[in-house]
């Protein structure tokens, strides 16, 4: 058995009485009334035991409670249960504790996130969970503090600061506990910094070792496993005047081993996303391999030494991170059991390997896919050169886009199926190199290509042949025949993370305000929900007193919902968000309130004026500062206020005091003054009055169209 295993028996066996130590995480999966780690064990699988919720008895399921959270953006987390106590986060990087059994609230805890933080984070001001050591819970704040948490009253302990703060770090991951060692990493790539996980005492925060993804400037100094990485960057992308961090932020997936005492994380994008920028050969294109970009990566927990990587996107360019869910398991293959890890990162192949050595063991497509043409026996992915954009220079459309086939969302594993559950899309973007681009250390995307580049037309037949193309799944995947064994298809991407049970169950929450559970073996959809909103995080479960609860945090919201054109969300159903966490069991009965009536205020903007080069100032301004929140030709959805529709429009000085002089920076919509001139703003609101008078001429062909088919 591993180090840890030997360790567990001597510092760390004395944790208070119901405390969490590590034998207790260690044998996590002999504990099927509890849910004490992020994925449930240290292996991810979100696989339960309990099974008085079966395929039989699905249909008996009812709302047990509810709670609803008071922040009304998008809900990622995983509760953790102990002892008939559930401690779950919300946006903004609150914590709620209740009753598990009724939902009575016990505490809550607000770190007091400064609202422009908001601006700091590329896909909403999300939370995805906590860690639990002996009697103490651990936070990671959205402003990049690590929180010690009493578990009983929600009282601070200890904080720590873990990035710097005047940079454009934001933690949303769910930290992870090891051997008295909190783990967590953070998040940036998109605005320029370096990526790295670091571990923190438990006992007090001190930090114990930091482990950097990418090369920086420490030379000869470096370990040996940043000299190697330097090796695959070209000339001075890291260290020199231009240099924005590199990017390699390790902002969500973790897997230990403690057999093989190996901690697995995955690593993101490169920063700036465009490799001639970030790591430009001798003729000005991209170059290198750049690791340790979009990489697994396996190390020691107690020293953070480096052991093996293996890259699933070398030289990344399209935003390809590798920080989706890691799970680990064992399994037959070619007629041996094998120790393997398995992972479904962005770039649409899933992906087998030899967890104690990183063994490349197989990979194919669980989505369709054009940055590729296949895979060496090596596991080297076969580039297509025509999506190579930082070579040719030219723009390219290109599947998946920067979203992925599959995202944040954990997937599940069931070891009596031997199946993994992907929750997978399809969804392709233009790629499109953004001339002379320079980087902004303020505010704003650092991708180095032109966002605004896709952009839809205000055409009903063209926006309805893109609708046609994108797609949100269900996938059952063999991981040894690496293939389909079932799907569902949902009403659109985005859709929550998965829980599968002893029970034959698979558990979603999908887009179209429905929580589900499936038959694990057919995909037979057994039971459903109205959720009254779209569902993103993954369910769990656990008992009190022998009863088996399910329980979901519902609310749209993240980064689909926000850098999506809008009118594509709602065409498929519209989403809004309604903040709750959900909990289940046989024979529940509660009801949720009435569902609110929906509108949108109607599109009124005043008429456009604006020169054609103001607005195209104001197009490219708005591609790279404001989309990103406020979505693609600012068709926004219904998380964020629709510039379209907002009240500001029609004033020039209105406009200027939130953009620029930072009026509404309390509600995360912080100052631009440091990016933009007064001129440029105008320009953004000249560009949106346009773009809101053309959607209104849309809407009412739309009108038409109706009525002529009555």
Sequence with gaps: MGALLLAACGSNSDAPEGGIDAMRLINADQDSANWISHGRTYSEQRYSPLDQVNRETVSELGLAWFADMDTARGQEATPLVMDGKLYVTSAWSKVFAFDAATGKPLWSYDPQVPGETGVKACCDVVNRGLAAWGDHLFLGTLDGRLVALDRDTGQVAWEKVTVDQAKSYTITGAPRVIDGKVLIGN????????????????????????????????????????????????????????????????????????????????????????????????????????????????????????????????????????????????????????????????????????????????????????????????????????????????????????????????????????????????????????????????????????????????????????????????????????????????????????????????????????FAAYNSATGDKLWSFAAQTGVVAPPMTYTVDGEQYVAVLAGWGGAFALSVDGELIDQMKPVRNISRLLVFKLGGDVQLPPEPDFALAPLDPPLSKASAETIELGRSNYARYCAVCHAPAAVGSTELPDLRRSGALENRTAWLQIVHGGALQDNGMASFAGSLSEDEIEAIRQYVIKRANEDKAMEAERAKTRVAKR
């Design 187 to 514: 998040g940036g790539a998109e605005f320029g910094v370096r990526g790295y996980i670091a571990a923190y005492d438990a006992e007090d925060g001190e930090e114990l070792w930091r482990f950097y993804t990418v090369p920086g400037d420490e030379g000869d100094d470096a370990p040996e496993y940043l000299k190697t990485a330097a090796e695959t960057w070209s000339g001075d992308a890291l260290t020199g005047e231009d240099s924005i961090g590199g990017g390699g932020t390790v902002w969500d997936s973790m897997a230990y081993d403690p057999e093989l005492d190996l901690l697995y994380f995955g690593v993101g994008n490169g920063s700036p996303w465009n490799r001639a920028y970030r790591s430009p050969g001798k003729d000005g294109t991209g170059e290198g391999d750049n690791l340790y970009l979009s990489s697994i990566v396996a190390i020691r927990p107690d020293t953070g030494e480096y052991v093996w990587h293996y890259q699933t996107t070398p030289g990344e360019t399209w935003d390809y991170t590798a920080t989706q869910h890691i799970i680990l398991a064992d399994m037959e293959i070619d007629g041996r059991t094998r120790q393997v890890l398995m992972q479904a990162p962005k770039n649409g192949y899933f992906y087998v390997l030899d967890r104690a050595t990183g063994e490349f063991i197989s990979a194919e497509p669980y989505i369709p896919q054009n940055w590729s043409t296949g895979m060496s026996e090596d596991g080297r992915p076969i580039m297509n050169p025509e999506t190579r954009i930082d070579i040719t220079g030219k723009p390219a459309l290109v599947m998946p886009g920067p979203l992925g086939g599959h995202n944040w969302h954990p997937m599940a594993y069931h070891p009596g199926e031997n199946l993994v559950y992907i929750p997978a899309f399809e969804a392709a973007m233009l790629y499109a190199p953004e001339a002379n681009w320079k980087p902004d250390r303020a505010r704003g995307f650092n991708v180095g290509y032109d966002l605004g580049a896709g952009d839809l037309p205000p055409d009903l037949g063209i926006r309805r042949q893109v609708q046609g193309t994108i797609k949100g799944k269900l996938l059952a995947w063999d991981p040894v025949a690496q293939k389909v064994r079932w799907e569902v298809e949902h009403p659109g991407p985005w859709n929550g993370g998965l829980l599968a049970t002893a029970g034959g169950l698979v558990f979603q929450g999908n887009s179209g305000s429905e």
